[in-house]
């Protein structure tokens, strides 16, 4: 997901002009900053969008949202609490027992928040002598480099790059692959459509606007999470969703969420919604696939010219193979929940006019995750729509504005990730001793727990290495990894944990080493303005100092690097604003002749350059255009409703087509539903980014309830229940427990709850099943790989019983930082 500079069309206008600001989001008109004199305000980017500071006195003390974000979110009145926050990391801290017997430590008491502060020099020091240590005493294969996730904004200041790159001039060690958010939908789709797509640009919302008669929105809630973006987020998607919304109620076209729970999306547009239990996506798509073939009512010439496969998947689908059951509407009523009738009607509704499938990504975060998007694509491919405006299927248009057309500009590169040509480590052994140098990234915890376990995992054997030290920047492990009271038992596996962060999370309670970096509004950087739609390069100018000793993560590993002697080739000797300026110089040349750029002194004053609007586009049109000269990225080159690759595995939970698999838990009558009667649904949350935010005090106020993250629940649930809207209650399963705020809603039907994920970990203690105080859902998900395949996050399989909190509830912790004690 690193920006690379992409070249696209040419010679556009500037930014379109400013439509009304949705009432979906809470920001407001005089809150934007196109009534602020720019000249007294500093600019910079965050993944919540780009913004316009007041610093008085070297303090923030107002934010607005920048004069071209005519979408701005509430998010941004976040910043001020995230600097200011008191979870932020004071100083270099080291752990207590770890300090007094370093690898020989009182692993058990990992988590217990006792640390002592030292000085920059001593932490620098201690660092480098665990990683002389590892490399020495071990290898390669005892270290691990956690680096997979949401990392600040800003392309020279990327925090895992910088690490990265540090560590590997020391030695190599343990990485990962893959990543939590799409982990099962980047895995299956390269073997059906040739790439990941889950990442992908996708066909612009003005030609779906213009062209699709159907949309169905499939687990996707486009309002809520277009909110944030990987680069400085533009909100430009908005206003095709206000179009959007204007189109429904002037019965336009017709749309649908299928979605258990009525999402933002869908009370904003009020559009259809279909209602689906939990983890049925795929029985609901097999009926649907039935009623098309049975019908006639899908595109055989479609099928016969772009798609291999369908032919070894029409036995599953009639009942013809080994399992002799067809896949009817009255098969998938009893699992899905959705009438046979209805479905009938829905299977007739897609194949009458052009449907564009969008499908989110929460439905592949589950057991065997890969199968609903791969059942997506055959669905899509027996409508014979894929490559028509208006048609066809998308996986992203939930996310960074996907669906905005891009500009054609190039945007500005990144610090290096890698070592320069002819640099070579301390420590150059690639001697793994047998085990895999990379593990898909969500079996961390196995890892951990199994040494020297081999796995399956796409296509491959992967070996588990006995880890001995794991370093994390740009990522809170202890959000993104479920089961907590596991993750407990793993971590003290670790003889060394070292965390560079600039919030005290719980990542941070959990190590031994925690190094203070600065916030992105603490140091000077640039960064691209629209991940996708390439629509300018913003400015982040420095608005205040570092906050008490925290530096730069640059400062921090060239200061590493210092101490074996490869300060000036990590750095290439150049300092920050080198840095920027050279990407910024850089981006300039490579646009030049197609779009104009100041220079870079007048660049940096004046805080951005805008590139207009790109040209409308449909994803897949070329390949439908010509199959042969435009192939897929698959084996055949075509569309692959039976991968001969996947069934070559030999893999029981990922066969050669989509199949429907049970889950280990599911509510509505599914396994485990007699013992824990509700289904946990663990969405990205509405007014942060996974769990950066939560930390801003003044933000997160205006969601918690009794000072805990949310629990929303059905009316009826909750009054079975003896809870009322405002109550504490206690959720839980055999995996965990937590303290969370009863928030009563109707959008929420019987036997499902949501807690949004990124909430603190905030345990009562460091032993293994203390509750937690704040509301983590990942106390509770279950750590299972979706198959054999991907390996993935399964969190949204997960089953829980709910009681009120009795008693005095104690406080929620984990935003207080660190126990300071002296040795």
Request: with cysteine; proline share 5%; aromatic share 12%.
């Amino acid at each position: 997901m690193g920006q690379t500079r992409r070249q696209f069309l040419k010679n556009m206008s500037i930014m379109s002009a400013a439509l009304s600001i949705p009432s979906f989001l809470v920001a407001k008109q005089e809150t934007n900053g196109s009534n602020v004199d720019v000249s007294s305000w500093k600019i910079s980017g965050s993944h919540w969008g780009a913004i316009r500071a007041k610093v008085e006195n070297g303090k923030v003390v107002d934010v607005k949202a920048f004069e071209y974000d005519k979408y701005p979110t509430e998010m941004i009145n976040g910043i001020k609490g995230l600097i200011y926050s008191e979870s932020r990391i004071r100083y270099p801290m080291v752990r207590l027992d770890w300090l007094k017997d370093r690898q020989n430590s009182d692993k058990s008491k990992r988590g217990d928040n006792r640390f002592v502060r030292v000085s920059w020099q001593q932490a620098i020091d201690l660092f480098y002598d665990e990683l002389e240590r590892v490399q020495k005493d071990y290898g390669p294969w005892a270290l691990h480099t956690g680096l997979v996730g949401w990392r600040t904004t800003g392309q020279f200041h990327s925090c895992g790059n910088h690490m990265i790159r540090a560590i590997a001039m020391h030695g190599n060690s343990v990485g990962t692959t893959g990543d939590y958010s799409t982990g099962a939908g980047q895995v299956i789709l390269p073997y059906v459509l040739g790439s990941s797509e889950v990442y992908s640009q996708g066909t612009s919302w003005e030609i779906i606007l213009k062209d699709s008669e159907n949309i169905i929105f499939w687990a996707s809630d486009p309002v809520k999470n277009l909110q944030v973006g990987w680069n400085c987020e533009t909100h430009e998607a908005y206003k095709y969703l206000e179009e959007l919304k204007e189109k429904v109620a002037a019965k336009g076209v017709n749309v649908i969420c299928v979605d258990p729970v009525k999402s933002k999306t869908k009370n904003y547009l009020g559009c259809e919604q279909q209602y689906i239990n939990p983890q049925t996506d795929v029985p609901f798509m097999l009926a649907l696939a039935h009623v098309l073939y049975t019908e006639k009512l899908y595109d055989a010439d479609f099928l016969d010219t772009y798609t291999i496969g369908f032919e070894k998947f029409l036995p599953y689908l009639l009942g013809e193979s080994e399992d002799k059951v067809a896949k009817t509407p009255e098969w998938a009523e009893k699992i899905c929940g959705i009438s046979a009738d209805k479905i009938r009607e829905f299977a007739r509704m897609l194949a009458g006019k052009r449907t564009q499938f969008i499908f989110g990504w929460a439905i592949q975060r589950q057991q065997h995750g890969e199968q609903p998007y791969w059942m997506g694509a055959v669905l899509a491919s027996m409508l014979g729509q894929i490559g028509l405006p208006g048609g066809g299927i998308s996986y992203a248009h939930h996310y960074s504005s996907i669906g905005v057309p891009e500009s054609g500009a190039a945007m500005p590169g990144s610090f290096p990730l890698n070592l320069d040509e002819g640099q070579t480590p301390k420590y150059p052994s690639t001697d793994y001793k047998g085990y895999s140098s990379s593990i898909p990234v969500a079996r961390l915890t196995d890892a951990l727990l199994n040494p020297g376990e081999t796995i399956d995992a796409n296509g491959k054997k992967v070996v588990y290495s006995p880890l001995k030290m794991a370093i994390f920047t740009g990522c809170n492990q202890w959000h993104r990894q479920s089961e907590r009271n596991k993750m407990k038992a793993a971590f003290q596996k670790l003889e060394t944990i070292v965390s560079v962060n600039y919030s005290w999370t719980a990542t941070c309670r959990f190590s031994d080493i925690v190094l203070p970096a600065c916030t992105p509004f603490e140091r000077n950087d640039i960064d691209a303005y629209g991940s996708y739609s390439n629509r300018g390069v913003i400015a982040m100018q420095k608005l205040v100092e570092p906050m008490f000793e925290s530096r730069s993560d640059f400062e921090i590993f060239r200061d590493l690097c210092s101490r074996f002697g490869k300060e000036k080739e990590f750095s290439r000797g150049m300092d920050e604003m080198q840095w920027v300026e050279q990407l910024y110089e850089e981006c300039r040349q490579a646009n030049q002749g197609k779009f104009d750029m100041p220079a870079f002194a007048e660049f940096w004053e004046k805080g951005y350059v805008l590139f207009p609007e790109g040209k409308p586009w449909v994803r897949h049109a070329e390949f439908r255009e010509d199959p042969e000269l435009n192939a897929l990225g698959t084996p055949s080159g075509l569309i692959e409703i039976f991968s001969n690759k996947i069934a070559s595995y030999g893999y029981e939970d990922c066969k050669g087509h989509p199949m429907w698999f049970e889950k280990a838990e599911r509510s509505h009558g599914g396994p485990k539903s007699e013992k824990y009667h509700f289904w946990l649904q663990s969405v990205h949350p509405d007014k942060r980014l996974h769990s950066q935010l939560c930390e801003s005090k003044e933000l997160r106020e205006t969601y918690t309830i009794q000072g805990r993250e949310p629990l929303f629940i059905n009316p009826e649930d909750a009054k079975n229940a003896g809870i009322a809207h405002g109550d504490l209650v206690r959720v839980y399963n055999d995996r965990g427990q937590a303290i969370v705020g009863a928030h009563v809603s109707d959008n929420f039907p019987a036997g499902i709850l949501r807690l949004q994920e990124g909430a603190w970990f905030s345990p009562l203690d460091e032993t293994v099943g203390s509750i937690d105080t704040y509301g983590d859902p990942n106390t509770m998900t279950l750590d299972i790989g979706s198959s054999s395949l991907a390996q993935a996050v399964s969190a949204n399989t997960c089953l829980v019983n709910i009681e009120k909190y009795q008693g005095e509830a104690p406080a929620a912790n984990g935003f207080t930082g660190p126990i300071e004690v002296t040795l």
